[in-house]
């Protein structure tokens, strides 16, 4: 498998620019690590900036669209138990000969914690529409009262709460009206 082949495979997972700012992050944790002598520290130092540095790239660059899928302190839990995967990697290199070869994949599993932390699983939350029901009865109209009517004539009529009164039903169903205005327009 050459390099070009190499690059093909990983722009299948990841963008052109998520690549280029993984080379960037690893070059940069290389420097500082070589800054350091030989041994498990600088194995520490190399894995932990590549990954912090790739994973911020990763966080600011993520859809923020699809929401979190994780409360923040889940999302802090999450980051702690990628850590503690990640730095064993950082003792095997003293141990074992050519293991600290295998430090450069490691920083890729920033994208699995992105994926994780993006994956939409829950909405962002949005403000709820606050209207007071007095402002909502004083602006009815017409049309809404013959809107009323049609809903009346075409609802179940055992889907009534029990213990409301009508009044108390349409005022609901104009505050939801309302609502349902609000957020079309």
Known sequence: MGILSSVRLFTRFIKGA??????????????????????????????????????????????????????????????AACLVIIIPFGMGGSFIPFFSYVRFGVVALAVFERDWLFSGGRKMKEQPVSIPISNVIAEATAEDHEAWLKHLSTRNPLSRKPGMTVQEEYEQWLLARAKRRIKTS
């Not at 690549?19 to 041994?39: D, N």
């Not at 993520?62 to 999302?75: Q, R, V, Y």
Request: glycine share 4%; proline share 3%.
């Open 18 to 79: 998520d690549l280029v700012a993984f080379l960037i992050s690893v070059f940069l944790a290389y420097m500082v690590a070589s800054l350091l002598p030989a041994g498990t520290w600088a194995n520490y130092a190399f894995i932990l900036i590549a990954y912090h540095l790739f994973l911020a790239w990763l966080v600011i660059d993520a859809d923020h669209a699809k929401g979190f899928s994780l409360p923040i302190g889940s999302t802090i839990l999450t980051h």
